[in-house]
């Protein structure tokens, strides 16, 4: 747990992750997106226009990870001495 808070925080500190990216986020809620389609639909109505949406199914697009590369990813974006040592 302690790792986890870390590496968090390293991520948080870095502006590593998107606004968009709010799963798993203290202080963030998945139903945010929902809501941004939803204003996003309604503000299409109202002009009537048109809106698309495309809508991806990626549960199986990571079977396997390729960890040697991820090490390398992490340390290049940062991620290095003590904390990096520990895994």
């Known amino acids: 747990m302690l ?3 870390r590496v968090r925080e390293w991520v948080d500190d870095a502006g590593l992750l998107p606004q968009s ?3 798993f986020r203290a202080g ?3 139903n945010n997106n929902g809501f941004v389609l939803r204003c996003a639909m309604e503000r299409a109505q109202a002009q009537g226009r ?3 949406l495309a809508s991806i199914d990626i549960s199986n ?3 396997s990870v390729c960890h040697p590369l991820l090490w390398l990813k992490l340390h290049r ?3 290095a001495g003590p904390l990096f040592d520990v895994f």
């Open 21 to 23: 990216q709010n799963g």
């Open 77 to 79: 974006l940062g991620m």
């Open 3 to 5: 790792l986890d808070c």
């Open 61 to 63: 697009a990571f079977p």
């Open 28 to 30: 963030f809620r998945t």
């Open 50 to 52: 048109n809106l698309f």
